[in-house]
C-alpha cells in the first residue's frame, strides 16, 4: 500500500519561504511521478507543481512560477516543494501526491490516485 507523508507547513509571514516535505513508503518510488496540489478555504484543490520520476522534467502552475521549487530525492523516497516569496494568497493545505503507474508529469487531479493527509501553509500580511 502506497502511503505518503507531508511536513513542514506552518505560520509565515508575507515574503518568507518555506520547505515542504513529502515522504512515500510501498513501492519504488523512482519509477513514478509526484505532485502538489493545494486547496484554500472554500476552493477547489488546485495543481500546483509536478515533477517526473528521474526528476528531470518539472511544470507548474503559473501561480507558483518563479516561486515555488519541486525536486525529488529519490535515494530518500521524497518530494520537496520548495516555496519562496510567499504571499497570503498562498495559505491553504498542501497535499501530494501519487499516481498508480506512470513516471512523467501529471497536471490533472485524476491522474493521481494516492494522497497524503495533507500540511496547512498560512501566509499572514
Known amino acids: 500500500q502506497v502511503q505518503l507523508v507531508e511536513s513542514g507547513g506552518g505560520l509565515v509571514q508575507t515574503g518568507d519561504s518555506l520547505r515542504l516535505s513529502c515522504t512515500a513508503s510501498?513501492?519504488?518510488?523512482?519509477?513514478?511521478?509526484m505532485g502538489w496540489f493545494r486547496q484554500a478555504p472554500g476552493k477547489e484543490r488546485e495543481f500546483v507543481a509536478t515533477?517526473?520520476?528521474?526528476?528531470?522534467?518539472?511544470y507548474y502552475a503559473d501561480s507558483v512560477k518563479g516561486r515555488f521549487t519541486i525536486s525529488r530525492d529519490n535515494a530518500k523516497n521524497t518530494v520537496y516543494l520548495q516555496m519562496n516569496s510567499l504571499k497570503p494568497e498562498d495559505t491553504a493545505v498542501y497535499y501530494c501526491?501519487?499516481?498508480?503507474?506512470?513516471?512523467?508529469?501529471?497536471?490533472?487531479?485524476?491522474?493521481?490516485?494516492?494522497w497524503g493527509q495533507g500540511t496547512q501553509v498560512t501566509v499572514s500580511s
Open positions: 501526491a501519487a499516481p498508480r503507474s506512470g513516471n512523467s508529469i501529471y497536471s490533472r487531479e485524476w491522474s493521481y490516485n494516492y
Open positions: 510501498g513501492r519504488t518510488f523512482s519509477n513514478y511521478g
Open positions: 515533477i517526473s520520476g528521474n526528476g528531470l522534467t518539472t
